[in-house]
């Protein structure tokens, strides 16, 4: 089972950025699909970008595309979340996990954009 560790969160403010960071420990096999989700406040979890282990095709919800980029380490096991030109509305607890997730989710991290 692979386990989880997300950091790099903090405040920032509106148009601001922030580099997010995913540790995996145990194997990634280039099957996978690793991506980042998060949960804003009495709201659902949601998608926020993917990217394919082996060749590194990304994809993004329409909501972030063209300030966030989703990145990965292979040697590292690690996988990024650049956010740049932050918004308000992007305040959540940001997760990383496989797609489809494994069982057991990380703590998160938690990313407040103030006005």
């Known amino acids: 089972q692979v386990q989880l560790v997300e950091s790099g969160g903090g405040l920032v403010q509106a148009g601001g950025s922030l580099r997010l960071s995913c540790a995996a420990s145990?194997?990634?096999?280039?099957?996978?699909?690793m991506g980042w989700f998060r949960q804003a406040p009495g709201k659902e979890r949601e998608f926020v970008a993917y990217?394919?282990?082996?060749?590194?095709?990304?994809s993004y919800a329409d909501s972030v595309k063209g300030r966030f980029t989703i990145s990965r380490d292979s040697a590292k096991n690690t996988v990024y979340l650049q956010m740049n030109n932050l918004k308000p509305e992007d305040t959540a607890v940001y997760y990383c996990?496989?797609?489809?997730?494994?069982?057991?989710w990380g703590q998160g991290t938690l990313v407040t954009v103030s006005s």
């Open positions: 990217i394919g282990w082996s060749f590194g095709i990304t």
């Open positions: 996990n496989r797609n489809p997730p494994f069982d057991a």
């Open positions: 145990g194997r990634i096999l280039n099957s996978y699909v």
